[in-house]
C-alpha cells in the first residue's frame, strides 16, 4: 500500500479534488466541510495542509500516525532513524527526509 492511500484510509470524508484529495481534519472539530488537503508528491511523499491551521504532527497523533507514514520506505529498512526539515511545496507544509550520513572517525 503506497503511502497515499495509508494516510487516506485513516481519514474520514475523503473526496477526490482534481489531482489531490480533501478529508475532514481530525485534529479539530471540522463538521462543516472538509478543511484537509492531502496530495501525493513526485517522490511518493504524502503533503497534507489543514486550512484552520492545525499542525501535521496533531493532525497524524489523532489518528495513530507519525511523520514516518508521510515518507515511501522504498524497500529499505523501515526502522533506521530518519531526519527531516519542514519545506513548503505548492502551498502545503510537508516533511522532507534528508540522507543520514554516518561519519568516520580520522586517523585510525
Given at each position: ?6 494516510i ?57 500516525l ?43
Open positions: 500500500m503506497s503511502p497515499l492511500d495509508h487516506l484510509t485513516k481519514l474520514q470524508g475523503v473526496r477526490r479534488e482534481g489531482d489531490d484529495f480533501i478529508a475532514m481534519c481530525p485534529s479539530h472539530d471540522d463538521r462543516r466541510r472538509q478543511s484537509l488537503s492531502i496530495r501525493e508528491a513526485e517522490d511518493s511523499r504524502v503533503l497534507i495542509h489543514c486550512f484552520a491551521g492545525c499542525a501535521v504532527e496533531d493532525i497524524l497523533a489523532a489518528r495513530g507519525t511523520m514516518r507514514d508521510l515518507f515511501s520506505s522504498n524497500g529499505g529498512d523501515d526502522t533506521r532513524p530518519a531526519m527531516c526539515r519542514w519545506i513548503e511545496e505548492r502551498g502545503s507544509l510537508a516533511a522532507e527526509t534528508l540522507p543520514m550520513v554516518r561519519s568516520r572517525r580520522r586517523g585510525r
